[in-house]
Structures are given as structure tokens and as C-alpha cells.
């Protein structure tokens, strides 16, 4: 059963730094790419950053220069390390994989709350 479980969220100031981790429960070659959203409350689904099989990566214009995400594909896991974090950056962050094998289909984790208050 393929499970993506996000860890590391939590409550910071403004300014602070937190790193999201994504533990896929197979290896993480089977996604192209994975990603990481955030749904800030009344919001939508939003993509975050995403990072290829190659290792390219795409950002949204609103953390471009502050995050960064990457993988470790001996632990089967991504990253999104969170610099200088603002309050509009409070939301719910969760990580999809896009199977490349196969019937092509999307793996969600549960999502993990990142508060940064002001």
C-alpha cells in the first residue's frame, strides 16, 4: 500500500525556518514528480514546489528565494525546507506524488499544519 506521511510542521514566529519531510512507504522513483500543496483556510489547494525524477524543481512565485525542496532517494523522501517564513505561509502542507508507472494517479499524504504568527 503506498502511503506518503508528511512530518515536521508546527508553530513559528515570523522569520523562522521549519523543514517539512514527505516518508514515502516505497521508493520515491515510482513518482514524477512529487510535489507539496498548502490550503490556507477559505483557500485553494495550492502548489508549493515540485521537484522531477531528474531533480529539477518548480516553485510558485510566492516562496521562490525563501523555500527550497529536494529528495533523498536512499530514504525515500522529500524535503521543503522553509526559510524566512511570513504569516500568509499559515496553512495546511501536503505532499502528492504523481505515479509514473502504470496507471498515472495521485498519492496524497495527510497534510501537516505550518502557523507562523506575526
Known amino acids: 500500500q503506498v502511503q506518503l506521511v508528511e512530518s515536521g510542521g508546527g508553530l513559528v514566529q515570523a522569520g523562522g525556518s521549519l523543514r517539512l519531510s514527505c516518508a514515502a512507504s516505497v521508493s520515491i522513483f515510482s513518482f514524477n514528480p512529487m510535489a507539496w500543496h498548502r490550503q490556507a483556510p477559505g483557500k485553494s489547494r495550492d502548489l508549493v514546489a515540485e521537484?522531477?525524477?531528474?531533480?529539477?524543481?518548480n516553485y510558485a512565485d510566492s516562496v521562490k528565494g525563501r523555500f527550497t525542496i529536494s529528495r533523498d532517494n536512499a530514504k525515500n523522501t522529500v524535503y521543503l525546507q522553509m526559510n524566512s517564513l511570513k504569516p500568509e505561509d499559515t496553512a495546511v502542507y501536503t505532499c502528492?506524488?504523481?505515479?509514473?508507472?502504470?496507471?498515472?494517479?495521485?498519492?496524497w499524504g495527510q497534510g501537516t499544519q505550518v502557523t507562523v504568527s506575526s
Open positions: 521537484i522531477t525524477i531528474d531533480g529539477s524543481t
Open positions: 502528492k506524488g504523481l505515479t509514473r508507472v502504470g496507471l498515472k494517479r495521485d498519492y
